[in-house]
């Protein structure tokens, strides 16, 4: 591309980021995204999230442990040991 265009090498890379620096700032400069709150309580006592060693212990824990299970795959299958 560089010879092709008569150009240096360094002068296709640096262009190449100034379009790809554009672009990162075009993208931060669109509407922030507003996600949907259901209930509108907030956080649930104890959650900090600025904690990640605290939110994954939170997250496995057996009362939240159930909404983040997957359904078996052979669910409503009878089973092959049968």
Do not use: C
Not at 38 to 44: A, T, V
């Amino acid at each position: 591309m560089a010879a092709d265009t008569h150009r240096t090498l360094s002068y296709v890379i640096q262009d190449a980021l100034r379009e790809t620096l554009a672009r990162r700032r075009d993208a931060a400069a669109r509407q922030p995204v507003r996600l949907p709150v259901i209930g509108g309580g907030g956080l649930r006592p104890g959650v900090d999230l600025d904690d990640n060693a605290r939110l994954l212990e939170l997250l496995e824990s057996p009362r939240d442990a159930r909404l983040f299970k997957a359904p078996p795959d052979d669910e409503g299958q009878p089973d092959d040991d049968a």
